[in-house]
């Protein structure tokens, strides 16, 4: 098998490749898309740092002068929306939304939310129980981090249900090459978002409540479209990776049965091993960067211009950096995995993240200790944010 981010059988199990390229091609170009395969975790985690490389080119020069195609015109709403928002745009703006947004996403209000994910979780966990199991994706996974994230904005419960599809509608954008359909899904998606997120900034800014929109909405330095990118940006980032990690890393333990003994028997590990889930089977595959000067990786030279595709999962299964890479060790300490970036993107969302799933996994193992797999999953088509479409378990 090659590198084919379009192939289920690739998608399914992508590290054998992955182990061919850092040993034979570690800096290669791939045609279909245009862009350069970074497999090494040492060069992953340099350009992650490396300001010649960016989210964006904007900043710096118009698609026709660094030249790129603009993008099509019945995309902007879409574009408008991700383009406020800190993930893809770079200093000073970056800089500024990072600072602005961390003034109301503190480190002390995260941790506040722990009894409030806890309540979350149990009430998911003892409903799945309950009724002996089902889809674990459908009925945990994916409930929880969009309540979580549901009651932070202050998005009210008659419009939760509107949130999972707008998201997953969203991110189908950022798969390689998506199809016509796809991109004009994003767009209705993004606008649609957009408008919702913009009447209850105003309503909260008129009336402000104890909710992160209120919140934002106060902060006269943040226009109206960033505080909509932000808010997009925490559901899309907050949501998908949650959910992948959950149903990835179940199926991991699944798979290898004396590792979920071995954490059924103590739970101490939950920390370390939610770290292990994160690097074994990676949510985020692949993430982008624009080159803004000419580099040279691994002595390869890439020049200014092109895009880089630096291989999340590839790296967190570098024997170089990690013993063992393709053991599951849920006590594994010395884990440096790059699974939610580095630099100054790295993830802003990851103590929430980090707290929903500790929460979710301690649930399931305690009241849960029987669950058993009760059929094969099967992969969702897309690559960049690779997951299950389900995972069905009985719990009796």
Not at 61 to 71: D, I, S, V
Not at 190 to 196: G, I, R, T
Not at 389 to 396: A, P
Request: aromatic fraction near 8%; include cysteine.
């Amino acid at each position: 098998m090659r590198f084919d981010p379009w192939n289920p059988d690739f998608v399914a199990s992508p590290y054998a490749v992955y182990d061919e390229l850092r040993r034979d091609a570690p800096v290669s170009f791939f045609e279909p898309t245009g862009q350069w395969l970074i497999a090494r975790h040492a060069d992953v985690n340099a350009l992650l740092r490396d300001r010649r490389l960016g989210r964006s080119y904007l900043h710096l020069a118009t698609h026709e002068e660094f030249g790129r195609e603009p993008e099509p015109e019945f995309q902007e709403p879409f574009w408008r929306v991700v383009n406020a928002g800190m993930l893809d745009v770079e200093p000073p703006v970056h800089t500024r939304l990072r600072r602005l947004v961390s003034k109301a996403l503190t480190p002390r209000m995260v941790e506040s939310m722990r009894p409030r994910v806890r309540v979350i979780v149990e009430r998911l966990v003892d409903d799945f129980v309950e009724k002996g199991g089902g889809d674990l994706i459908a009925e945990v996974a994916e409930p929880l981090p969009v309540t979580v994230i549901a009651e932070m904005l202050g998005v009210p419960d008659a419009d939760r249900h509107l949130l999972r599809p707008w998201s997953a509608d969203i991110c189908g954008m950022y798969e390689l090459n998506p199809s016509q359909e796809a991109q004009h899904t994003a767009v209705r998606a993004a606008s649609e978002f957009s408008d919702y997120l913009k009447d209850l900034a105003r309503a909260r800014k008129a009336a402000p409540g104890e909710d992160l929109i209120s919140a934002l909405a106060q902060i006269e330095e943040l226009t109206e479209d960033e505080l909509v990118g932000t808010c997009v940006l925490l559901l899309n980032a907050g949501h998908e990776a949650t959910v992948n990690v959950t149903g990835n890393g179940w199926w991991s333990l699944f798979r290898n049965p004396s590792e979920l003994v071995r954490l059924r028997e103590d739970l101490s590990l939950l920390p370390t091993a939610i770290e292990e889930l994160m690097r074994y089977d990676t949510p985020l595959q692949m993430f982008e960067r624009w080159v803004l000067e000419d580099i040279e990786v691994g002595g390869v030279a890439i020049p200014k211009g092109v895009e880089v595709a630096l291989l999340f999962g590839s790296a967190n299964r570098d024997p170089e950096v990690f013993d063992e890479p393709d053991t599951l060790d849920v006590g594994r300490a010395d884990n440096p995995h790059i699974s939610f970036g580095a630099g100054i993107h790295f993830c802003l969302g990851a103590p929430l993240a980090r707290i929903e799933l500790v929460e979710s996994f301690g649930a399931l193992l305690r009241r849960a200790p029987a669950m058993e797999l009760t059929s094969e999953p099967v992969w969702n088509p897309g690559y960049i944010i690779r997951g299950l479409r389900s995972l069905e378990v009985s719990c009796d």
